[in-house]
């Protein structure tokens, strides 16, 4: 998309806008994710598509037990 067509569309092809309902659905359709996944990615990692797309792959390659154990390790280290 040229900058002309940017401004006139108010839609950047690289960034993903949270305040527009029906582009975080059409990101959520690219990128096999829920709606509420793809608000909670740009939350993480801000509004780049491909940091967004990284984060949402790098969350699925993790299997939960792994997550688990990684969240009570970093508890454990929290000192009291």
Avoid: C
């Avoid at 950047?12 to 582009?23: K, L, V, Y």
């Amino acid at each position: 998309m040229s900058n002309d067509a940017k401004k006139r569309s108010g839609k950047d092809p690289h960034r993903i806008n949270i305040e527009r309902e029906e582009e975080v659905r059409e990101w959520a359709k690219k990128f096999d994710a829920s709606p509420q996944q793809i608000r909670e990615a740009v939350e993480a990692v801000g509004d780049r598509a491909d940091d967004v797309e990284l984060h949402l792959k790098g969350s699925r390659s993790t299997e939960t037990g792994d997550r688990v154990r990684e969240s009570l390790a970093k508890t454990e280290r929290k000192p009291r």
